[in-house]
């Protein structure tokens, strides 16, 4: 193997080296017996970062109106319960906040149906706490919605 190949599989990451060596992971979604594209596929995690800036936007705007009255951190607490109570309210309701409905994207349960509300109530408080939200499986799911049993799907 020559150094190139070897630097290439060490950027690419673990999962392009185990495919080059002859694993096949198919697409993102295909466990949960999604389709690989169009509407109900997994949502494209640029759209998901595009939609949480939407719907955090959203918040600050709100936030920054009579209540935090030129103070950054009360703004940003402010921020984060309004956007607490948007993910609950709007993901329990409608299926998808704001700057997912922009976008194009909703959250289901695993079985695709809607989500529960204690499965939205959790979604929200992990979504909040950020760290979860980075974490990803192969198919792109954060932990977040792996452990509220749900998924982003496209629309």
């Given amino acids: 193997m020559d150094k190139r190949q070897a630097i290439g599989s060490w950027l690419s990451g673990p999962r392009a080296a185990a495919e080059q060596m002859g694993a096949d992971f198919g697409y993102r979604g295909e466990r949960l017996g999604l389709p690989e594209n169009g509407p109900g596929s997994i949502a ?16 600050m705007l709100i936030a920054a109106g009579p209540f935090a009255q030129d103070d950054r951190q009360t703004q940003g ?40 509300l204690v499965w939205v109530l959790v979604r929200s408080v992990l979504l909040c706490l950020a760290l979860p939200a980075l974490i990803w499986d192969r198919d792109g799911r954060g932990l977040h919605d792996r452990l509220s049993r749900s998924v982003q799907v496209r629309i």
């Avoid at 494209?44 to 918040?59: E, K, M, T, V, Y």
């Avoid at 993901?91 to 809607?114: F, H, M, N, Q, Y």
């Fill in 77 to 116: 607490n402010l921020a984060l319960g309004i956007f607490f109570v948007m993910s609950v309210l709007t993901v329990g309701t409608l299926g998808s906040t704001p700057g997912k409905r922009i976008l194009g994207l909703r959250v289901v349960a695993e079985d695709g149906g809607r989500p529960g």
């Fill in 44 to 59: 494209p995690l640029g759209r998901r970062f595009g939609a949480i800036f939407i719907d955090w936007a959203l918040c």
